[in-house]
Nanobody, 119 residues
Framework: QVQLVESGGGLVQAGGSLRLSCAAS????????MGWYRQAPGKQRELVAT???????NYADSVKGRFTISRDNAKNTVYLQMNSLKPEDTAVYYC?????????????WGQGTQVTVSS
């Protein structure tokens, strides 16, 4: 079964750091873009950061300079290092990946991990 499994969320004080991980597993023949999105209560899901299979990255303006996305292609894993966290970063964070499976390229989502930043 193909799936994305996230870990690393939790409760942290403002100014603190967290590192999220997302590992793809199952019968995967390739991985294209991987990324992180978040959804706060009452708000739409929004892009946080994306990383191409090469070295390309893209960030939301609200996290530039504080968050860093990286990936380990050998481990089919993408990371999100979050520093200088703010209460407004509180949300459920979802991993997204374009996976090549037997039927072609499919967009997969993780189950989400809660990040709560206290003031």
């Amino acid at each position: 079964q193909v799936q994305l499994v996230e870990s690393g969320g939790g409760l942290v004080q403002a100014g603190g750091s967290l590192r999220l991980s997302c590992a793809a597993s199952g019968s995967i023949f390739g991985i294209n873009d991987m990324g992180w999105y978040r959804q706060a209560p009452g708000k739409q899901r929004e892009l946080v950061a994306t990383a191409t299979r090469g070295s390309g990255t893209n960030y939301a303006d609200s996290v530039k300079g504080r968050f860093t996305i990286s990936r380990d292609n050998a481990k089919n894993t993408v990371y999100l290092q979050m520093n200088s966290l703010k209460p407004e970063d509180t949300a459920v964070y979802y991993c997204d990946a374009k996976l090549l499976i037997g039927t072609g390229w499919v967009d997969y989502w993780g189950q989400g991990t809660q990040v709560t930043v206290s003031s």
